[in-house]
T-cell receptor, first 111, second 112 residues
Framework: SQQGEEDPQALSIQEGENATMNCSYK?????LQWYRQNSGRGLVHLIL?????REKHSGRLRVTLDTSKKSSSLLITASRAADTASYFC???????????FGAGTTVTVRA | DADVTQTPRNRITKTGKRIMLECSQT?????MYWYRQDPGLGLRLIYY???????NKGEISDGYSVSRQAQAKFSLSLESAIPNQTALYFC???????????FGPGTRLTVL
């Protein structure tokens, strides 16, 4: 069964706008990761946030983690057409080197 | 050159045929994984291996088998393919202390 669930399932925004997507999970985690997938291609790791961290930044990406609510959010600022992709959260429950992926959020950035 | 490669990239086969998907990596990672992706369901883990002598079932291993021929190679087999195994298959690797996984480009498998 999948650990994480992303919300919304799909998101359409104008270039330059911010995109926010959320991930909820069920069990305790060691870390949570976000990946991007361009259409039909392999997933690319974006950012990892550990259970003792609350916020992390990488370029135009900002990730937050609230372990009390078992949720995370990914914010993409100043979106570009190249950000059009599916975004997945993945939880690492106990550092046992297995990840559980959510179903993903499909983001479309309109020019 | 890509760090994680998969062959073939696309395959169409018929019900009952035996199929092997291959994965090779140059990252020197011990941990390797096979996932399948179906529309709307994200990625589901089929099998994983932590070294050549360590093979483990994932959440959907029925109908699949694997072989870890070397640290760098991890193959997935469908002994008798069926239509509901039509999916996108990904191989991934993971290093030691870092948590991220590195994915191959995927194999699109269609079983008629």
């Amino acid at each position: 069964s999948q650990q994480g669930e992303e919300d919304p399932q799909a998101l359409s925004i104008q270039e330059g706008e911010n995109a926010t997507m959320n991930c909820s999970y069920k069990t305790s985690i060691n870390n949570l990761q976000w990946y991007r997938q361009n259409s039909g291609r392999g997933l690319v790791h974006l950012i990892l946030i550990r259970s003792n961290e609350r916020e992390k930044h990488s370029g135009r990406l900002r990730v937050t983690l609230d372990t009390s609510k078992k949720s995370s959010s990914l914010l993409i600022t100043a979106s570009r057409a190249a950000d059009t992709a599916s975004y997945f959260c993945a939880t690492d429950p106990s550092n046992d080197y297995k990840l559980s992926f959510g179903a993903g959020t499909t983001v479309t950035v309109r020019a | 050159d890509a760090d994680v490669t998969q062959t073939p990239r696309n395959r169409i086969t018929k019900t009952g045929k035996r199929i092997m998907l291959e994965c090779s990596q140059t990252k020197g990672h011990d941990r390797m994984y096979w996932y399948r992706q179906d529309p709307g369901l994200g990625l589901r883990l089929i099998y994983y291996s932590f070294d050549v002598k360590d093979i483990n079932k994932g959440e959907i291993s029925d109908g699949y088998s694997v072989s870890r021929q070397a640290q760098a190679k991890f193959s997935l087999s469908l002994e008798s393919a069926i239509p509901n195994q039509t999916a996108l298959y990904f191989c991934a690797t993971r290093g030691g202390s870092a948590g991220e996984q590195f994915f191959g480009p995927g194999t699109r498998l269609t079983v008629l």
